[in-house]
């Protein structure tokens, strides 16, 4: 008796000692981005960073609980295309992150450039000294004619024209070294690779099995100059950036591709990569801000959608302030999006690009506690997101 009598008493001590959460929600109206719907007067608790618990809210507050009454939570909004590394110094990159913040964004996918600050400013994130949007980086590959008599910036300083962030491909590049180069790219932290310019589909189809052979993403242009979209998408690059190379990059520019680009053929033609991509899962990455001078190509957007593309946010920004907020409007008001669907593109499919499905873009036991707390319901309206109450990361709240 007296074991069991002193069994439960320590049973008794562990469940008092049980760590509270570090905050608590009480009481919101929680943006469910998946379903595309509010799940009203529900309670959340995060721990070490984590979304520990969601449960219905009690008839009272909790001491210690933030009253969130009459206010929306979602999650935090993920930009998949940008580029921290190719900011001119450590002030600027930090000028960006703050543009990011003030937009309720949190985490980023960087397209490419010089990573040597960007994993400084991750190792700054890790350490607590800093707090920003956290970030996922590529490393970046071209071709030789890309790279020919262009100045190599993104690596100068190093002790050799190519690193692990930044790769020149020539043809003549054998399997065993591009597998040595995406080694490479993965130790010093890289979460995928950008493919980019001159690279043909012969070399993407070596490259791209290599990226799943080692767990990176395979991230690249729509059109590589030397393999067209359909041959890119069947490589198997998984997110495909920029519309206008959907149409192609000479087309894009053409005043006379314009005139005939909605005839029944080029849709057509548009629609059999639309289908390869559907099939494949493959996510555009449309970028349309930063090709808003082309506003035949938001029509090309709303095809895509339309045929049932997956399509991310991002905004291929190199500035110090970003235009997510106009990604996003651009996306609904002129490509004819629901709002819905742009709010999971700016978090569950952001979260699909970068390989964090259920732990990003989400409100879920177990996902991580990046979080938005809004006046109004951004299903009715995007400028909600403009009436920020407040920004948590990593459950601290963002001042």
């Known amino acids: 008796m007296k074991r069991i009598i002193f069994g439960l ?3 008794l001590c562990l469940l008092s000692c049980e760590r509270k959460p ?3 929600f009480y009481n919101a109206n929680v943006v469910d981005v998946e379903r595309g719907e509010i799940v009203p007067g529900m309670t959340v608790s995060v721990r070490d960073g984590m979304i520990a618990k969601i449960e219905k809210a009690s008839t009272r507050m909790r001491e210690g609980e933030r009253d969130l009454t009459g206010l929306y939570l979602m999650p935090g909004l993920i930009d998949s295309h940008a580029h921290l590394g190719d900011c001119e110094s450590m002030g600027w990159l930090e000028d960006a992150v703050k543009s990011y913040l003030k937009e309720g964004v949190t985490t ?4 490419g450039g010089d990573m040597r600050p960007v994993k400084v400013y991750k190792a700054q994130l890790d350490s607590g000294t800093i707090v920003g949007p956290d970030v996922y980086f590529s490393s970046f590959w071209a071709g030789t004619n890309y790279f020919a008599g262009r100045p190599r910036f993104d690596t100068k300083g190093y002790s050799t024209e190519n690193a692990p962030w930044s790769q020149c491909i020539s043809d003549t590049t054998n399997v065993r070294d591009l597998e040595r180069m995406v080694i490479e790219a993965k130790e010093y932290g890289c979460m995928g690779l950008k493919l980019y310019s001159d690279l043909s589909a012969g070399m993407l189809q070596k490259i791209v099995p290599l990226c799943h052979k080692h767990g990176l993403k395979a991230w690249g242009h ?8 359909m041959e890119v998408v069947k490589a198997g690059v998984e997110t495909v950036s920029h519309i206008y ?3 192609g990059l000479r087309n894009s520019y053409s005043s006379e591709y314009r005139k005939r680009c909605f005839d029944p053929e080029e849709v057509a033609h548009r629609d059999s990569i639309y289908k390869e991509m559907i ?3 493959t996510i555009l ?13 938001y029509r090309v957007v709303n095809e895509a959608y339309r045929a049932g593309v997956k399509i991310d946010a991002g905004t291929d920004v190199i500035h110090r302030n970003t235009i997510f907020h106009k990604e996003l409007n651009l996306l609904a008001d002129s490509c004819g999006m629901s709002i819905p669907d742009v709010l999971r593109a700016a978090t569950v499919v952001g979260a699909e690009v970068i390989g964090q499905e259920g732990k990003l873009g989400i409100i879920r036991e177990g996902a991580e506690a990046d979080l938005l707390v809004l006046k109004s319901n951004p299903l009715e309206s995007l400028a909600a997101l403009q009436q920020r109450e407040a920004l948590y990361i990593d459950g601290k709240e963002v001042k």
């Open 222 to 229: 729509a059109e590589t100059r030397l393999a067209n979209a």
């Open 22 to 24: 570090d905050v608590v």
């Open 285 to 297: 990455d449309a970028t349309i801000a930063v090709s808003s001078s082309m506003k035949f190509l």
């Open 9 to 11: 008493g320590c049973l």
């Open 108 to 111: 980023i996918r960087d397209a």
């Open 279 to 281: 099939a494949r899962g």
């Open 245 to 247: 190379l959907i149409v």
